[in-house]
């Protein structure tokens, strides 16, 4: 027991001149991206706190002098955020009930049983999430206008559901590693 | 199940037997998600085909013009040039992963205050696109921050370009901002690779004495080339369809128009649906081509790399053995 204690010391580490520049380098970089990082939504920050006069007048850095609370509640009323908040909150509640109930189903289903079109099926979502979506919007919007769903918050609603493929690939992942053996029993 | 069958001796109805039960639950589960998938992908995609063979706006009448679409988007500048500008995209895709492996290499050994840097650099990518779009037009715009950024750092007023008007400068303006916001996400993707490398090989390595770059070399780069190579065709793609940058930042004016900003436009502006479905289409063959020759390219270039720890003679001296154990065995058969 004594020897063991007695051959166990410190490394002793020699910090030697090329470990000191590497240690500048490092937090050089690592401070110079985080701040740029964060520049542009400070500069935001900062002028969304400033009256029109004083923004006209001072540097973009500098904090503002008096915090003018009401540029947000002007930017409510004009945007109506209002009721843009509760359209989203809407189309939230909705897409995600109906997401995760057809995206769950549908791993169970491909996961669980082995039937003829299961490997067509997962390669048809494979593909489709290769698809960008901007590419497909022209002939979307002439399909949502065929059926009447523009303009109404339940075409998008209804057009979010379906091509969220991204999460059905994900929910099939976690089915995996679910095991089947609480079924089993 | 005995009990069941001697009290039950009649046959029971398909649909109730456990295969019925299965198919039922199958198709119920199954019907909807794949009919959603065929309404809004496969169906506007086969439409989009079609459509690119027609001259027409999005109502009224078609006329069939077979291949001309395609010949347009050759002939028409502003749509030819747009496709040229998807190479900045890539370079500040390659860019955005040498530094995404450079930071994640830093941040996953011991750095003082690792966890704010990685917040802080994470911080881009959690912000819509769309706001990302607006937060940089203010953010170039002539004499506004970046502007008073680069004056604080003694750059004269005069030195400075227009950044979205200048045509040398406002397209890696757009890249800029393409890389400020994705290079954080790439970041976390291979800390969370670097980090599943198996930590006593670093503890090996460093008993034999390796610093970092070689610990860089041999254990990390290894070990995290399939997420680097699935970035690198993921980036590809991206680059090659970029849209809200360009669409936010600058309208796709002065010269910043990608391709898809271009289709856009000529969509809904020019109304011209069937010159735009031709562009589509003939983007995705690009993408999918593009995506072909990258996924065999790597194929080839990691043809040996099945086993990650082992080394390439070992891997071939085990397959000669194996060859010859096949010999052995077939002359022995015979």
């Known amino acids: ?17 090329g470990f000191v520049i590497w240690t500048i380098f490092k937090y050089f970089t690592l401070i110079l991206v985080s701040f740029t990082s964060v520049l542009p939504i400070v500069s935001c920050v900062i002028t969304a706190f400033k ?13 503002p002098k008096v915090w003018k609370i009401s540029n947000f509640a002007e930017a409510f ?17 909705f897409v995600l009930i109906g997401s995760i109930l057809i995206g769950t189903s549908l791993a169970y289903a491909l996961n669980r049983f082995k039937f003829v079109g299961n490997g067509l099926i997962r390669n048809l979502f494979t593909f489709a999430a290769l698809l960008p979506a901007i590419a497909m919007q022209v002939s979307t919007y002439a399909i949502m206008s065929n059926l009447h769903l523009i303009n109404h918050l339940y075409g998008y609603i209804f057009l979010m559901m379906g091509t969220d493929v991204i999460s059905i690939y994900i929910f099939i992942q976690y089915s995996r590693s679910t095991g089947t053996s609480c079924c089993r029993s | 199940m005995s009990s069941a069958a001697a009290t039950a001796p009649a046959k029971k109805s398909f649909w109730k037997s456990r295969r019925g039960q299965q198919i039922t639950v199958i198709i119920a589960f199954t019907i909807i998600p794949v009919f959603l998938l065929m309404l809004f992908t ?84 959690l912000i819509n696109g769309i706001a990302i779009g607006f937060i940089f037009k203010f953010f170039y ?7 008073t950024v680069l004056h604080a750092f003694g750059i004269p007023m005069s030195a400075l370009p227009y950044w979205l008007k200048d045509k040398a400068v406002n397209n890696w303006s757009l890249v ?28 090996a390595a460093a008993l034999d004495g390796a610093n970092n770059w070689q610990k860089f070399k041999y254990i990390i780069l290894p ?53 735009a479905s031709a562009m589509a289409v003939f983007l995705l063959c690009i993408i999918f081509i593009a995506t072909i020759i990258q996924k065999l390219l790597f194929k080839y270039i990691f043809r040996n790399a099945n086993a990650d720890d082992e080394s390439l003679d070992a891997k071939k001296a085990k397959q000669k053995a194996r060859k010859a154990a096949a010999k052995a065995a077939a002359k022995g058969g015979m």
């Open chain 2, 176 to 203: 800029y901002s393409s890389v400020w916001r994705y290079m954080g996400q790439n970041m976390v993707l291979f800390i969370g690779a670097i980090m599943s490398v198996d930590s006593s090989l670093y503890e």
């Open chain 2, 141 to 147: 715009t002539r004499g506004f921050v970046l502007d």
């Open chain 1, 1 to 17: 027991m004594a020897a063991r204690t007695a051959s166990v010391h410190k490394i002793k580490h020699h910090y030697g001149p």
């Open chain 2, 42 to 125: 496969y169906y506007p995609f086969a439409e989009m085909v079609k459509f690119s063979f027609y001259k027409m706006r999005y109502v009224g009448k078609r006329v069939f013009v077979g291949w001309d679409n395609y010949k347009e988007i050759f002939r028409r500048d502003d749509i030819s040039g747009s496709l040229v500008l998807c190479l900045y995209y890539m370079v500040g895709a390659i860019v955005q992963i040498f530094l995404a492996l450079y930071f994640a290499t830093i941040l996953s050994m011991k750095v003082k205050c690792g966890k704010l840097f990685k917040g802080l650099i994470f911080f881009p990518y």
């Open chain 1, 77 to 93: 009323q004009v945007a109506n955020m209002g009721r843009a908040f509760l359209n989203s909150l809407i189309i939230l509640i």
């Open chain 1, 51 to 63: 009256s029109k006069t004083e923004y006209q007048n001072t540097n973009v850095m500098q904090l």
């Open chain 2, 223 to 275: 070990s995290i080339k399939t997420i680097v190579t699935l970035n690198i065709i993921l980036s590809i793609t991206g680059s090659l369809s970029a849209f809200e940058a360009p669409y936010v930042i600058t309208g796709g004016n002065n010269g910043t128009g990608t391709f898809f900003v271009v289709m856009d436009k000529v969509a809904h502006t020019s109304q011209k649906v069937g010159l």
